[in-house]
């Protein structure tokens, strides 16, 4: 009786083990199918019939590559790729002697605050635009370390800005008359925009209502 219920137990877990296969093989389809449409195989991607056909063959044979053997720890190896990564990333061992005892960072040449293991890890992985604590250094070439201006060209061109950061202030006004401004500071700069005005530019269809924006003097000329 003990054998015939394990035998029962034993085709129960195949049977489970062949619908979580089935139900991966058809999410697999889906996205197969939704991805390689016709429509978008023909106007999209504009595939020839060898191309499509080369595909296909390579789908499969990644997808036989991606396959594991039976009882393969894939749990143990995932989750160990993940943890030497993270602690690998930012490296911290402890050393000591009779009088003293210290703690050492890779990469890190001065204490400061940082993410560092699995904290820093996500923010790679999930491309966090805000990061908790943003620092880099840039060790520049020396015909531009010497030059405030080239220095400056370098910031430049590796820092991100957006125009909220160069905004002071915005400010919505109801103008109905674009060549008539009604902001008496912006006169002078509206009549010399219309005295050469671009010929893409219809004042018919222009909206009444107008968005001002003020920058910053200071930080548009240091850009």
């Known amino acids: ?12 877990n195949d049977d489970h083990d062949n619908d979580d296969h089935e139900e991966a093989l058809v999410f697999f389809r889906m996205m197969v199918r ?4 016709s429509k978008r195989v023909i106007e999209e991607y504009r595939l020839s019939s060898s191309a499509f056909n080369w595909l296909l063959g390579e789908i499969a044979h990644r997808f036989e590559k991606a396959a594991v053997q039976p009882g393969e720890m894939v749990g143990m190896i995932a989750a160990h790729s993940i943890a030497d990564s993270a602690k690998n990333l930012n490296r911290t061992f402890l050393a000591s002697n009779e009088n ?5 960072m ?3 040449s001065i204490k400061m605050n940082i993410n560092i ?22 060790y520049l070439k020396p015909h531009c370390a010497e030059d405030l201006e080239a220095a400056k060209n370098v910031r430049n061109q590796i820092e991100y800005l957006n125009i909220r950061q160069l905004t002071v202030a915005t400010e919505i006004f109801y103008d109905p008359d674009p ?3 009604v902001i008496s500071e912006d006169v002078d700069n509206v009549r010399f925009y219309f005295e050469m005005p671009d010929d893409d530019v219809s ?4 909206s009444p209502w107008l968005l001002r924006m003020e920058l ?8």
């Open 216 to 223: 910053d003097r200071e930080m548009m000329t240091d850009k």
């Open 179 to 181: 060549v008539n401004n």
């Open 203 to 206: 004042i018919s269809r222009m």
């Open 34 to 37: 939704s991805t390689l449409a």
């Open 106 to 108: 890779a990469g890190v």
């Open 1 to 12: 009786l003990e054998n015939e219920d394990k035998d029962e137990e034993d085709e129960e």
């Open 117 to 138: 293991g699995v904290p820093r890890l996500l923010e790679l992985i999930n491309v966090v635009k805000k990061i908790k604590y943003p620092n880099i250094f840039v």
């Open 100 to 104: 003293s005892t210290y703690w050492y």
